[in-house]
């Protein structure tokens, strides 16, 4: 069964610092790498995927991906109280005529004023 | 800009009661579709995922069905409710066309939450 691992968390970090958030997957044939956010209350929304090893930036957010460790992280630097989410990973192979993401349960962040 | 939308934001149902749940999709054609339910304390489960119109397939056993009438409308059902329903419905879609590479990016709908009495 294919499986997305992340740290349930709470994780908490204070204003201003980066937050590094770590996410581990099973399936070596997963090909694209996703980080959602999600509002207490409200659905997920996308910030950014990676399908290539290494690093990729979007602003704030970094996104790193080491496929021969199965392993994805996101870095949020200078983090804000309004970075306090859920952070779920998601990654995805093709399958049965389709690709399927899979999801983790999700990292809680809580960014300190 | 595409949009999705379902209905109705919030639901409380009795134990054995029917349900139907509406998702719409604007401003993209042929679109994949997906239905996800998220319970408390847990992570984000696939129940049905739709290709094309009348295309449903089912990812786990339940009490729960799900029908595409037409090609952006997805509509999720049950003829009764258990408590064990109860939950974050969210309805996804995708590009059909997507390939690797960020192409077969899901977009969430605003979700419906659904408790089952």
């Known amino acids: 069964q294919k499986e997305v691992e992340q740290n349930s968390g709470p994780l908490s970090v204070p204003e201003g610092a980066i937050a590094s958030l770590n996410c581990t997957y099973s399936?070596?044939?997963?090909?694209?790498f996703f980080w959602y956010r999600q509002y207490s209350g409200k659905s997920p929304e996308l910030i950014m995927f990676i399908y290539s090893n290494g690093d990729k930036e979007d602003g704030r957010f970094t996104a790193q991906l080491n496929k021969a460790s199965q392993y994805v992280s996101l870095l949020i630097r200078d983090s804000q109280p309004s970075d306090s989410a859920t952070y779920l990973c998601a990654v995805t192979a093709f399958g049965a005529g389709s690709y399927q993401l899979t999801f983790g349960k999700g990292t809680k962040l809580s960014v300190i004023p | 800009s595409q949009t999705i939308h379902q209905w109705p934001a919030t639901l409380v149902q009795p134990v054995g009661s029917p349900l139907s749940l509406e998702c719409t999709v604007e401003g993209t054609s042929n679109p994949n579709l997906y239905w996800y339910r998220q319970a408390a304390g847990r992570g984000l489960q696939l129940l049905f995922y739709?290709?094309?119109?009348?295309?449903i397939s089912s990812e786990v056993p339940q009490n729960l069905s799900a029908s595409r009438p037409q090609d952006r409308q997805f509509i999720l059902s049950s003829k009764k409710l258990l408590l064990s329903d109860s939950g974050f419905y969210l309805c996804?879609?995708?590009?059909?066309?997507?390939?690797?590479?960020?192409?077969?990016?899901?977009?969430f709908g605003p979700g419906t939450r659904l408790l089952v009495l």
């Open positions: 996804a879609w995708r590009r059909r066309s997507g390939g690797s590479g960020g192409g077969e990016t899901q977009y």
């Open positions: 399936d070596r044939g997963s090909q694209s």
């Open positions: 739709s290709v094309g119109i009348g295309q």
